[in-house]
């Protein structure tokens, strides 16, 4: 059997612990045979970003900007306890995170959904894709515990400007205060990133912010976001995509009444806790993908779990392991798919299509791992191990040639 040639190169980015074992296999498995393509590798695995002080990282999204597309396993965020456990020079930052600041994106976190897996919210039928905003608020928040009476302010100064001082609480006893921040270009890039998106996939654009309460920061927002939406006002009545703005607490009510189609754009904690309620109400964080969609048009994809480190583990003491690799797989064929679409090459994406097809076939015949059996109707007999779905996904895959 002929392999099917991708013409531009593809950018890999190798992981750590279970996930670094699925994705090889995955490539042995289920690219390797099929596929003639050119995969620029980087090893993120721990031992490679300590070996290169964390260079091999900046190299890979360098790579992601010069040839568009890549995809990526999941890497571990050292804490003090892997320094430790895997002898860093230092406890290196987040890859993603570093990659993110590179490449300045968005995250898109899709649910992958099978005939017999029921959401846990019964109105959900198509999927519901959480876009966040990856800068600022919270995560970049400053905070001061206060211990005795005092009083805060705000403070603004610029050269050759009036300073600016706004009072924030006099407190008359201990309390807490926090300043948080985010800046115009990043919420334009943002809300570009969703609107993207949402044409690319023909969703239903909601965006919530409170701006009721905070009228100036979440209202910010709003107003930037509608001005973007505004620019591609003609694109998304074309594409019959529909854009509402909704409060956040209404948004969350009114989503659970949905059938779905729709992106979600939130800001940086709503998506945070969000994304997880989405996960958590469609059914596992093995049926989750993830992509990083930058606003010149670059993508990174991934699954949206981590390192799966209980697993790898029980996988390292000989035990037999029943990880779900299917959130992996897609982000091969989420990958392919848009390498094959920027390249003009059917033929590519269609075989991206027959893998995702054989993954689903294998679950809606009962073929699966450990994690989704409580989740299906009817339930299956038994479940596979991490390397028996991969074959029999790769069996089904064979059949279809
Ligand atoms: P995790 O990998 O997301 O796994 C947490 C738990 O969720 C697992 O123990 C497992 O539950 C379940 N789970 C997740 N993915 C699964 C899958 N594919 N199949 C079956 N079950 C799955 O989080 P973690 O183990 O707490 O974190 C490990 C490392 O991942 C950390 O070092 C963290 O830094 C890193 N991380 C990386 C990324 C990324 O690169 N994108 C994202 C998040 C975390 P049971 O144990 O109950 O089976
Ligand atoms: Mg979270």
Redesign the pocket.
Known sequence: MAKIRVEKPLVEID???MTRIIWSMIKERLIFPFLDIDLKYFDLGLPSRDETDDRVTADAAKAIREYGVGVKC????PDAE?VVEYKLKKAWPS??GTIRSILDGTVFRKPIMAKNISPAVRSWKKPIVIGRHAYGDLYRGIEMKIDSPGRVELVYTSPGREEVRLPVHEFQGPGVVMAVHNVEKSIRSFARSCINYALGEKLDLWFSMKDTISKKYHAFFREVFAEEVAARKDDLFRAGVAFRYLLIDDAAAQMMKQDGNILWALSNYDGDVFSDVIAAGFG???MMT?VLVTPDGKYEF??????????FYGHLKGDTTS???V?CIFAWTGAIRKRAEIDGTPEVAAFGERIERAVLDCIEGGIV?K?LVPLMEPRPEGYQTTEGFIDAVAARLRATV
Do not use: K, M
Not at 302 to 311: I, K
């Open positions: 992981g750590d612990e999941a890497t571990i965020t892997r890859p993603n596992s964080l093995g993830s991934e699954a949206a779990h981590g390192t799966v480190r209980r697993h990880t779900n690799s959130a791992t994690d």
